[in-house]
């Protein structure tokens, strides 16, 4: 949910229970990067698809999974932007990941061959096996011992100077430090396989401003019900008082998530 309008003392209202109104939610707009995978096919005004590998589109989600070769090599989809992974966090809503070498997060994969330069990733190897990766310039990738949780996750990656760090729902989890091996170039989010698991499925991609602190709901007001006649038949008013501070391209308007029970 995108909230607007919060006044000088970052007081908003927030309404719920009107079946009569519109959303004007609109991701591409929030967000550097965004897709929710609607409709049946990739939007590929967003992604580069290997043609080596199998990707289906549907009920939201996208299934992601590598054509096995010989040698092993990483096939999948790429964005086709890149972002300073320093100013940015890439966050993917994952529901399942392959059970054999696959790999997701930022790189540099290019179409032209099966081998990224530049890596800031987790890594599923044989059955049971889960780590974190690196690799800079080229250079031989370098994998950390990390048993990170498997899906449904939110998988989050960021960097700060030579740190890379990992988020698991939202949390920092996971932080490898390493002038030798985490990047600092420009990267883009990436989702591969080499196809001798299961596929990656996906439910979101999201390239958002990254901040050591977002804004959060610090006080509510309680619950308010519409007196009869008023302009939003049937619903109910909240009050809430956000406080933190807004990435650079927020200025005029303040993203937050809102939990109704």
């Known amino acids: 949910v995108r909230l607007e309008g919060a006044d000088a003392a970052g007081e908003l209202l927030v309404w719920y229970g ?58 999948g989809i790429k964005g086709k932007q890149s972002f300073d992974t320093q100013a940015c966090r890439l966050e993917i809503q994952c529901l399942a990941i392959p059970d054999r070498f696959g790999h997701i997060g930022w790189a540099d994969h290019p179409s032209s061959s099966p081998f990224d330069s530049n890596r800031i990733m987790i890594r599923v190897a044989n059955v049971g096996e889960r780590m974190g990766v690196v690799k800079k310039g080229g250079g031989t990738y370098h994998t950390f011992p990390w048993v990170w949780p498997v899906p449904p996750k939110q998988y989050g990656f960021a960097r700060s100077g030579t740190s890379a760090l990992y988020y698991i729902d939202g949390v920092l989890s996971k932080t490898y430090t390493s002038s030798t091996y985490v990047p600092t170039v420009p990267l883009s989010p990436v989702i591969n396989t080499n196809g001798q698991g299961g596929p990656f499925i996906v439910d979101s991609v999201v390239v958002r401003a990254h901040s050591a602190t977002p804004p959060a709901a610090i006080t509510f007001s309680g619950e308010r019900e519409t007196a009869a006649g008023a302009s939003v038949a049937g619903g109910l008013q909240v009050e809430a008082r956000l406080s933190g501070t807004c990435p650079a391209q927020a200025t005029t308007q303040i993203e937050a998530w809102v939990r109704i029970r």
């Open 18 to 75: 009107n079946p009569a109104a519109t959303t004007t939610s609109d991701g591409d707009a929030v967000y550097f990067f965004f897709d929710q995978f609607d409709g049946a096919e990739l939007d590929t005004t967003k992604w580069d698809r290997d043609p080596k590998s199998t990707v289906t589109v549907s009920g939201g989600t996208v299934s992601v999974k590598g054509i096995y070769e010989s040698g092993g090599p990483f096939h």
